[in-house]
């Protein structure tokens, strides 16, 4: 009722392999694209800024770490130090005068670089071992961040980052720093769903599913690892310095921890390996839910007239939210997206389910 | 339908093995295998369980490079050559116990053994419609070609995973095809299939031979497919070559039954 297959009838090959074959699809994406472009208007820029424009930029993130270890199947626990990198290169770029368009390129290539690198050796173990090395190297960043005061000006100290600007214009506006952040999931996004119909995204897959059926088929698993861990920190690299541009303004090494790694890789996670919508659950769930979480309870200890001590309402909300992954992920183990993803297929057909094949 | 015929030792064998031989620790696998397919042959290989059939193709494919011995592809090299290098210079095979791409479609799973010809990378996926969407469309003809061929159509769209084997048999068959192979190196494709379906595989093969001139290694069990496909057959006991030659002597030869059906050791 809501996707109607019927009268879909695609006559060539490229219109079968458009990035949404099914126009209900289409449409739906071309609302919320609007809904976007729209939001500096209609929400409040309290909100907008500190809800909304981190949400895109994690999602980005999410949708890097997504590539590396939803398509090509590599546990990845070092994200946040890719991210930094990022992060680091490009405010010392902008900050040695480079414009931020370019900043932004050799955040990412820095990142890219430092990747790649990082993967020929990490790739000659696989699995657990793969995930504790890249761990391994989380570790080594947060030690370089805090004992190198060239790089990030020693232990708790911070870098504050030059003005964004693009196209030499200043971004200082709400609505401004919004779009940048829009735009760059946006493209994120659009190489996603480009790479799920490629043969680059097929050869990654292959080599997640059986390393050796993607070998006789003429895949070098090996060389397919390494390029997802580049475009992957490609995208960690300028998520990272976007991060600290348009969000926290300044770079500091607690912003690119291990537990923001483990908090990208959760985001992954509970939204669905390899599912782009996912991505954006996954960010949205782990990003703004404490919050609402808190929200909720604060509204009805007030509703009941509980008198809570502070220790406790700082626990309840945790725990909550904590139970409330485990409820997701129980329900739907291959996360938010593969939740989605049923109730779209469930009606696609509906009412006329006895079509179903 | 015309038939491609042999063409005996006018030009290079498509596959060469000289002295084969893989080991594994102390055990002996295949040992002193030598065999030739010519252009356009139906090649058989047969032999009870763990006679090294299966090891002899990963050695052949490059999974386990032989210890001694050379493989000649087209008359070239190729021993200790890395799989995915094999696949480039025109080897496809399928594997016995299915070796498809769960949660993929069954046309995606068919594109990738087109990989060799596309290349695929980031800057072509992130300019998908310049660079990426030409080449694309003009694979996926290929490959629709190869669905017509093998009658695949209806379930083109479906997750691979919920087919049953004998189609997930075909899929991998129409995989293997789309890579334009010279050789093609085919492990038990009848195992667990029924009659119907055993004759419909060996029809494809047949005509795949016939259409598109490829020289098939086949591995199989089933005998009454072996002598009624197959130009020659070689047959290995205990990794070694115990008879070769045309189908209907090997299957006779004592050796070979022996191997089978164990003899009558009174004698």
């Known amino acids: 009722m809501f996707y109607r297959l019927s009268g879909v009838r695609h006559n060539s090959y490229a219109s079968d392999s458009k990035m949404f074959n099914i126009p209900a699809d289409r449409n739906a994406t071309v609302f919320f694209l609007l809904l976007g472009l729209a939001a500096p208007f209609v929400i409040p820029s309290l909100y907008l800024n500190s809800y909304v424009l981190p949400w895109l930029i994690w999602t980005a993130a999410a949708l890097g770490l997504n590539l590396v270890t939803g398509w090509a199947g590599q546990l990845h626990l070092g994200y946040a130090a890719v991210m930094a990198v990022g992060a680091y290169s490009a405010v010392h770029a902008a900050k040695f005068g480079v414009p931020w368009e370019f900043a932004l390129l050799i955040g990412g290539l820095a990142s890219s670089v430092i990747g790649s690198l990082f993967a020929f050796t990490a790739l000659r173990v696989k699995g657990l071992y793969l995930a504790l090395t890249t761990l391994a190297m989380q570790f080594v960043m947060d030690w370089v961040l805090t004992h190198s005061p060239a790089i990030a000006g020693g232990s708790h100290a911070s870098l504050q980052a030059p003005t964004f600007a693009l196209l030499g214009q200043k971004i200082t506006s709400d609505a401004g720093l919004y779009y940048v952040a829009f735009g760059w999931c946006v493209l994120v996004t659009i190489f996603m769903l480009n790479l799920k119909r490629t043969g680059l995204g097929r050869a990654l897959v292959a080599v997640r599913e059986k390393d050796f059926a993607a070998a006789i088929l003429g895949v070098n698993s090996f060389y397919y690892k390494v390029v997802a861990f580049a475009a992957s920190a490609f995208i960690a690299g300028i998520t990272g310095a976007l991060l600290v541009a348009t969000f926290y303004f300044l770079a500091a090494p607690e912003q690119f921890t291990v537990s923001v790694s483990i908090q990208v890789l959760a985001m992954v996670i509970i939204g669905g390996l390899g599912s782009i919508i996912g991505s954006y659950f996954g960010a949205a769930l782990i990003l703004l839910m404490p919050g609402v979480v808190n929200q909720i309870f604060g509204w009805l200890a007030n509703m009941l007239g509980l008198e809570l001590g502070i220790e406790t309402f700082a626990h309840i909300p945790n725990a909550a939210y904590g139970a409330l992954i485990i409820i997701f992920l129980m329900v739907e183990p291959l996360g938010l997206g593969k939740l989605y993803a049923n109730i779209r297929d469930y009606l696609m057909i509906w009412p006329f389910d006895q079509l179903k094949k | ?267």
């Open chain 2, 1 to 267: 339908m015309t038939k491609v015929k042999p063409t005996g030792g006018a030009e290079a064998p498509v596959l060469e093995c000289i002295g084969v031989e893989r080991r594994f620790g102390g055990l002996v696998a295949v040992t002193g295998v030598d065999l030739a397919i010519q252009r356009g042959e139906i090649f058989g290989l047969v032999g009870p369980n763990g006679s090294g059939k299966t090891t002899l193709t990963n050695a052949i494919t490059g999974f386990y490079p032989p210890n001694v011995g050379r493989i000649k592809l087209d008359g070239k090299d190729i021993t200790g050559t890395a799989p995915h290098k094999v696949a480039g210079m025109g080897v496809a095979r399928t594997f016995q116990n299915l070796a498809l791409f769960n949660g993929m479609s069954v046309l995606d799973n068919i594109l990738l053994g087109r990989h060799i010809h596309m290349n695929p990378g980031i800057v072509r996926t992130a300019l998908y419609w310049w660079l990426a969407r030409p080449q694309e469309i003009a694979n996926r003809e290929v490959v629709e070609e190869v669905i017509d061929f093998l009658q695949l159509e209806s379930i083109r769209h479906e997750l691979v995973d919920g087919i049953p084997i004998g189609l997930k048999k075909r899929v991998e068959l129409a995989r293997a095809l789309v890579a334009e192979p010279h050789l093609l190196i085919l492990d038990e494709p009848m195992a667990g299939m029924n009659q119907e379906e055993k004759e419909y595989m060996a029809r494809f093969i047949l005509d795949a031979r016939a259409e598109r001139g490829v020289s098939v290694l086949l591995i199989e069990h089933h005998m009454d497919v072996i002598t009624g496909i197959c130009d020659k057959v070689l047959a290995l006991n205990y990794g070694e070559m115990i008879a070769t030659g045309n189908p209907q002597d090997v299957i006779k030869d004592p050796r070979v039954i022996e191997a089978y059906i164990g003899g009558s050791h009174g004698e």
